[in-house]
């Protein structure tokens, strides 16, 4: 059979499309796309591409109402990652994603190739990789298996992210029983780049060539998006083979000289395109590039190299092994990139060419029998578009009434205070947070802040950027839409309170299963609340996730939209003030006038009592981009001693971390009740101010339109709050280091 | 005259840019100096940074001494050259027995990144000549190997000869004596577990590592004397 041939083995049997993962409907799609019936090579690249994983065909509809321009924007959605102009020729790249499912199953792999994943994702778009955070969400700890679960988890990213040599510069930790079966393991990732090295996913220039590089293709992962792995479609070896585990194992060592290739094939302008190879694997890499640059491809699937014998097409078209990109490269250049990938010991097999055609046709050997034939382009841009129906869920009213200020107050609030303080250093002392030299707050605050540098990145000397990432399920819980807009505004103040000018945004969007209406439900209300505060706060999002079927025994987690703010710092002289009290400095709340915290999705609430239920505080959203202002303002200009907003756990919790971040205690009163301890709710954040500069910061603050409550002052040994709480710093920190204990 | 720092770069080695930077700034020149090659060209000093060479596989540093490059920096520290090991560096030259002993994985066998203090306890070494020992330092470590142990009759040695560069305050990995950095008898070559370039700027906390490093290259622009193998050097 030569070449040009029509591909054989058509498939007639629906069983076969059915444990792709692909519905009747998608595989009469299917065959009108191909004006025939599809063979199996055929149905396993669309039942991966066409996944809810790759298509995003549940989440689309919704993601369109998001704000993805600004001016900074040079790549929005769609992309590998977002590009954002930082000015002076420099770039920063930024992508968040979820390996929630892989970690549930084995938690050192899974989260280990999250972290090698991402950041294929970033120095695909010509960016060197310099920060990840990971966002991160279990069960309790006194469960065993969330136990085993998060130490696997942080294993994994110390254990790959530190060898791959790229710094872990903060995140989150949160605990709560939602997560126990299915775990949240997101991770973000930022890289730098000089504006000029941009380069997209995209292969151009019929004859050039496909050059696949790095690991070898295994059966790892197979299906990994879909269901192909749970499938025997060639008879007993197969069901025998998808017995395999699922999770693909990663190699930071081969990564680390894949980043340095490839930056390498970059800057000696070798590469007219690169992608990485994620879920789908090589179906995915050749169609997209070849999609995006408006022509055709030939794989070869003999020349790919392979760890294993025996391995059929559709088995190397969709493995899902780590660490491999495609990059395309003219003939004249192929020599050059050979060269420089032997220096990195980096394996290179040209197993593809562009074409005229359009179409992405698998070829066993150059010239050889036609595998597969299909429309490049139709395997994403023709993929389904669902709207699932949605469905308010039929609680939500009776737990909006249900008040947790009706609660009987605790006896003792200053033992509730300490319960709720989580100290994080027992993860991140486990991660390399200061490569690179750019670290100048790490983990451990209200946001990373980093030294706008890389290696071969110049042009941001003297500037920094901002990082926070911000979830909190409990409020999206009783307000998918409002929560989210909360959790915005949250993480916009993060970076502000470092000193940085929030500019865009990433999200994470990690919900339950959307075949339940209630989920769709949730799902659409928290894009609404995104991009309605992203549009008041001026923030685009620039990229996205979205991670569904987080179930567990049928129990949906609560709805958890992950939100990354990117902030930028236009002088970075100083390192900003800390989350501490000083010793003779007076502490101040700055707040719109009139705001009422919550209990309501409150930690205090949700942790001490086990109530989930109430109102969330209003957020004007108005009155909170002035306050980014105002605190961005105040921190660039060196005017406060300590810094920190006022998040979950309310303003008790916010007093705490700063009593314990600076090792010294204050004298405090205003505070009425526990409501007003715990209570939460937006832009409210807490200063220490040497005396001298307090009147400054209360005129600053009513310039903004905030009212700036006296507070006390710090010093001291201990906490007091009074008439409320009255405790030895030092217990408040032991109580924070108790999660160490659990090990 | 500049000091020229040759950093030599394996494959998975990754504080190369940094320990460049950080010489840079004390007016140093910095050349990176790539595994495969046999030769290390005119450098005044050479520092073996932290990583990962080779992806820490079999053993941090196993693979690496047998790098082409190794052979080099063995005849520049025969003849007196200054040599530093930071790191995987250290586990580097301890492997290729340019230093005695062994990093173990640290107790509690977990890997630690944070800023410690150390204690300038000898001034024998190319890092620490000029430094007052008794001189306390912070440092950021970072690494899972990190735990210096070796046999009581090396131990022995190496407090004899005032060759313990730097010792923890609050060992954090277990080490024997609380050993952070040890020099060979020339005091030449010196491994240390602390990363000095993490610490070059204030803006990152400290600049205490700026101690360390300067020694090394006023070191490097005055080779150590009354040393045998100065004394012998014909390199």
């Known amino acids: 059979m030569s070449a040009g041939a029509r591909p054989e083995g058509a498939v007639d049997d629906p069983g076969v499309h059915r444990a792709l993962g692909l519905t009747d409907d998608e595989a009469g799609a299917i065959g009108r796309i191909l004006g025939r019936a599809p063979n199996h090579l055929e149905l396993a690249m669309y ?40 000015g002076g020729g420099v770039a920063i790249a930024l992508r968040i994603e979820s390996h929630n499912h892989p970690s549930a199953i084995e938690p050192y792999q899974g989260a280990a190739t999250g972290v090698g994943g991402i950041l294929r994702d970033i120095f695909t778009m010509g960016a060197r990789p310099v920060a990840l955070m990971d966002p991160l969400r279990f069960g309790p700890l006194d469960d065993d298996r969330s136990r085993w679960v998060a130490a696997g988890v942080v294993a994994g990213i110390s254990g790959y992210g530190n060898a791959v040599g790229v710094p872990t510069v903060g995140g989150e930790v949160v605990f709560d029983g939602c997560y126990a079966g299915n775990p949240l393991v997101n991770v973000l990732c930022a890289g730098l780049l000089p504006v000029e090295r941009l380069v997209l996913g995209q292969a151009t220039g019929v004859g050039n060539l496909a050059v696949l590089l790095g690991s070898a293709t295994g059966r790892d992962g197979i299906g990994g998006v879909s269901v192909l792995a749970s499938a025997g479609f060639g008879g ?90 495609l990059a395309i490269v003219t003939p004249d250049d192929l020599e050059r990139l050979l060269a420089v990938c032997e220096r990195w010991e980096v394996r290179a097999s040209v197993v593809g060419r562009v074409t005229t055609t359009g179409r992405l046709r698998v070829l066993e050997g150059w010239g050889g029998e036609v595998q597969a034939d299909v429309p490049a382009a139709s395997l994403h ?13 039929a609680d939500l009213d009776r737990r909006a009434d249900d008040d947790p200020a009706r609660l009987p107050p605790p006896e003792d609030p200053g033992k509730d205070l300490a319960a709720l303080l989580l100290d994080p250093s027992w ?110 706060l001026g923030l685009p999002v620039v990229g996205g996730n979205v991670s569904l079927y987080n179930e567990s025994r ?108 600076g090792g010294v205690g204050a004298a405090l009163a205003g505070v009425a009740d526990h409501v007003g301890l715990f209570g939460e709710g937006p832009s409210r954040v807490v200063f220490c101010v040497p005396p001298d500069r307090l009147g400054t910061l209360t005129q600053r603050a009513r310039d903004a339109g905030m009212e700036a409550v006296e507070l006390g002052g710090g010093g001291g040994d201990r906490l007091v709050l009074d008439g409320l709480v009255d405790v030895a710093v030092a217990d408040l920190a032991a109580a924070a280091r108790g999660i160490a204990g659990w090990w | 005259m ?156 190496l407090v004899g000869q005032d060759r313990i560069a730097l010792r923890y305050t609050d060992n954090p990995n277990g080490s024997v004596a609380d050993i952070a950095g040890v020099c060979n008898e020339a005091g030449n070559v010196v491994g240390l577990m602390p990363h000095p370039e993490r610490a070059c700027d204030p803006l990152l906390g400290s600049d205490d590592g700026l101690v360390l490093l300067g020694a090394l290259i006023a070191s490097s622009g005055a080779p150590l004397t009354g040393s045998p193998a100065a004394a012998t050097a014909t390199a």
Request: proline residues 7%; aromatic residues 4%; glycine residues 12%.
């Open chain 1, 236 to 325: 007993d070896a197969a069901a025998e083979e998808a017995k395999r585990p699922n999770v693909q194992v990663g190699d930071p060592y081969e990564e680390k000289r894949l980043i340095e290739a490839c930056l390498q094939l970059l800057d000696e302008h070798l590469l007219v395109g690169i992608q990485d190879l994620g879920g789908a694997g090589l179906a995915c890499a050749t169609s997209e590039t070849a999609s995006r640059g408006g022509v055709g491809m030939d794989v070869d699937v003999t020349a790919v190299h392979r760890r294993e014998p025996g391995m059929r097409a559709w088995e190397v078209m969709t493995s899902e092994s780590q660490e491999r990109m």
């Open chain 2, 2 to 157: 500049t000091v020229t720092v040759g950093v030599v770069v394996f494959p998975g080695t990754n504080c190369e840019h940094d320990v460049a930077a950080a010489t840079e700034r004390l007016g140093a020149s910095a050349r990176l100096v790539w595994h495969a090659d046999g030769r290390l060209g005119d450098v005044d000093a050479v520092v073996l940074p932290g990583g990962f060479a080779h992806g820490d596989y079999l053993r941090p540093g196993a693979i690496a001494r047998f790098a082409p490059v190794m052979a080099a920096v063995e005849t520049f520290a025969a003849g007196g050259g200054p040599v530093v090991g930071i790191c995987n560096g250290f586990q580097v030259l301890t492997e290729a027995h340019l230093l005695p002993g062994a990093l173990q994985k640290n107790r509690g066998l977990r890997f630690v990144c944070e800023t410690v203090e150390v204690e300038v306890a000898s001034d024998r070494s190319v890092l620490t000549r000029g430094v007052d020992p008794g001189r306390r330092l912070r440092i950021p470590i970072n690494h899972f190997e990190g735990s210096y142990t070796c046999d009581p009759d090396t131990l022995a040695e």
């Open chain 1, 427 to 536: 993860v991140y002392r486990q991660y390399d947070h200061q490569l690179f030299l750019n670290t100048v707050v790490g983990p451990g605050s209200d946001a990373a802040l980093l030294r706008l540098a890389a290696p071969g990145v110049p042009g941001g000397e003297g500037r920094g950027f901002a990082l926070s990432t911000d979830g909190n399920g409990s409020w999206c819980s009783l307000d998918p839409r409002a929560g989210t807009a909360l959790v915005v505004a949250e993480s916009a103040l993060n970076v502000a309170c470092v000193g940085a000018r929030p500019v865009a945004v990433v999200n994470c969007l990690n919900f339950g299963n959307p075949e339940h209406p209630e989920v769709m439900w949730q799902l659409s209300e928290a894009v609404d609340g995104m991009a309605e505060a992203c549009r008041a």
């Open chain 1, 47 to 86: 039942a991966v591409m066409w996944s809810e994983h790759c298509s995003y065909k549940s989440s689309r509809i919704h993601l369109r109402r998001l704000p993805t321009e600004g001016p900074g924007v040079l790549v929005g959605p769609g992309e590998n990652a977002g590009v954002v102009d930082a």
């Open chain 1, 381 to 393: 841009e023709d993929a389904p578009l669902y709207d699932r129906p949605r469905r308010r869920p």
């Open chain 1, 554 to 661: 049928g129990a949906d987690i609560d709805p958890t939209p992950v939100v990354a703010t990117l902030g930028l710092v236009d002088r970075l002289e100083r390192r900003p003030p800390g989350v501490a009290f000083a010793a003779g400095d007076r502490v101040v709340l700055v707040q719109p006038p009139g705001t009422r915290p919550s209990l309501g999705g409150s930690l205090w609430a949700v942790r001490r009592r086990g109530h989930r239920g109430g109102r969330l505080s209003p957020l004007d959203l108005a009155a909170h981009l002035r306050l980014l202002g105002l605190v961005t303002g105040l921190v660039a200009d060196g005017l406060p001693s300590g810094v920190h907003d006022v998040s979950a756990g309310g303003l008790g919790v916010a007093l705490a971390e700063m009593a314990v971040g």
